[in-house]
């Protein structure tokens, strides 16, 4: 190989500089905050299903839901978690709990930068703390 | 040769007789099947109606638009003003002429004559709004009969609006936020691109509440309930009353009925009123 020297001290500088937003985080960077989730103040303790079922799962209940009661008119959930019944709703159960969505659903929304558009139609709590 | 050629002919010929024989038997069987399957009213389970008593209507100038305003306030229903285009309308009123063109009038009932009739989605049972959509996101419910929608899946093409002979759908061209001052936070509103109408109030229904237009009207000016049940107050209104339906000649079997009997018939409630709009006067 002819000029194998500049070559691969090139591609070194090169793959050095191409990487370097890696390895400079990862020696000085300070890794962003995860988001903290403000809990219910209302006293309530236990969603419709286990948190972490909840924390992966939330859209695809929400879906279920939303085809529950708009296309079959069921409105009633019942909880795997307790037997509890729920009214499957977003604005009348999960925001009576969860009733500040800038701090509930913005904080990881916008951390991941997902935009879900459930608040085109649905309205949040108004006054929420 | 020509025997085994002259068998072969005829066998084709047959099959060809017969192949046409079939087929055309098939298609008039289909179309019989097409024209016997509708303008019949659902025999099982609940059919919702609503019957509107004009003759009470004529007494109470202001109703109509106390119901207007119920339903479009507990729906997030917008209002843009005087801009026809974007309007957007579950409930609305037309004078009775015009509501219900398809029919000649002549020398008609003062109390009749030029007054404000309400007019919603006729949740019709053979609804032509519902075979256009190309997504399922309007369709007729089997329990109870209501035409329904789903917000979340209309695309905004406006077939429905098209096919509806009755003007009861709406298209949101702005965004219905900015014709809104208070939001009910317990209906949605729907977004731009997204085509809306009355839902007979099927989410205050599933709480055991009266639609919206039918709670403002305190002496049954508005009845409401299940055309199946032969013991309901629709079905007693119907059997009782002289009743019509907007463009019934289309077929599409709307389910909102307005009585227009004569409203001296209506002595029992308030006879006085009664009098004066009998002879046209004043029906404030």
């Known amino acids: 190989m002819y000029d194998a020297g500049k070559i691969i001290v090139g591609l070194l500088v090169f793959v050095a500089l191409a990487t370097s937003p890696l390895w400079f985080n990862a020696l000085f960077g300070e890794s962003p905050a995860a ?17 972490d079922f909840m924390v992966a799962n939330h859209m695809d209940l929400l879906n279920q839901w939303r085809d529950a009661v708009v296309r079959t008119g069921t409105r009633d959930y ?52 | 040769m020509d025997g085994s050629r002259r068998e072969f002919l005829k066998l084709a010929g047959l099959t060809a007789i017969g192949a046409t024989g079939a087929s055309s038997v098939r298609a008039s069987g289909g179309a019989s099947s097409a024209t016997g399957g509708h303008a019949e009213a659902s025999s099982d389970g609940v059919r919702l109606a609503m ?57 008609i009932r003062e109390d009749l004559k030029g007054k404000p009739t309400l007019l919603l989605c006729n949740h019709c049972d053979n609804p032509p709004c519902t075979r256009v959509c190309p997504t399922q996101a309007t369709w007729k419910r089997d329990a109870d009969g209501i035409v329904m929608m789903d917000w979340h ?12 002979p009755y003007g009861s759908r709406s298209f949101n061209w ?3 936020r900015l014709g809104l001052e208070d939001i009910d936070i317990n209906f949605p509103t729907r977004m731009r691109g997204v085509v809306e109408k009355c839902t007979f109030c099927e989410e ?47 077929g ?15 002595q029992e409630f308030a006879p006085a ?9 004043d029906h404030a």
């Open chain 2, 252 to 266: 599409t079997q709307p389910e909102v009925y307005y009585v227009i009997d004569d409203p001296r018939t209506l």
């Open chain 2, 273 to 281: 009123a009664v009098v004066d709009g009998a002879e046209g006067g």
């Open chain 2, 51 to 107: 019957v509107v008593d004009l003759r009470k209507f004529s007494r109470d100038g202001s109703l109509a638009e106390r119901c207007i305003e119920a339903c479009h306030r507990a729906h997030n229903v917008p209002d843009f003003g005087d801009d026809p285009k974007n309007e957007v309308k579950w409930i609305w009123t037309e004078d009775f002429e015009t509501a219900f063109h398809s029919q000649e009038f002549h020398f």
């Open chain 1, 78 to 129: 019942v909880s795997t978690l307790n037997n509890k019944t729920y009214d499957m709703s977003l604005s009348r159960t999960c925001m009576d709990c969860h009733s500040n969505k800038t701090e509930f659903c913005d904080a990881c929304h916008t951390y991941l930068a997902v935009s879900p558009y459930c608040w085109d139609c649905h309205v949040e709590p108004k006054g929420a703390d």
């Open chain 2, 153 to 164: 899946r209309c695309i905004g093409c406006r077939y429905c609006v098209v096919a509806c």
């Open chain 1, 35 to 51: 988001p903290e989730l403000k809990l219910p103040t209302n006293g309530s303790t236990e969603c419709v299903e286990a948190r």
């Open chain 2, 204 to 250: 205050r229904l599933a709480r055991g509440q009266q639609p919206a237009c039918v709670e403002v009207c305190s002496n049954d000016e508005i009845v409401f309930g299940d055309l199946n049940d032969p013991g309901s107050k629709v079905r007693q209104l119907l059997a009782e009353r002289m009743a019509i339906r907007r463009k019934s000649g289309l």
């Open chain 2, 174 to 176: 702005k965004n219905p």
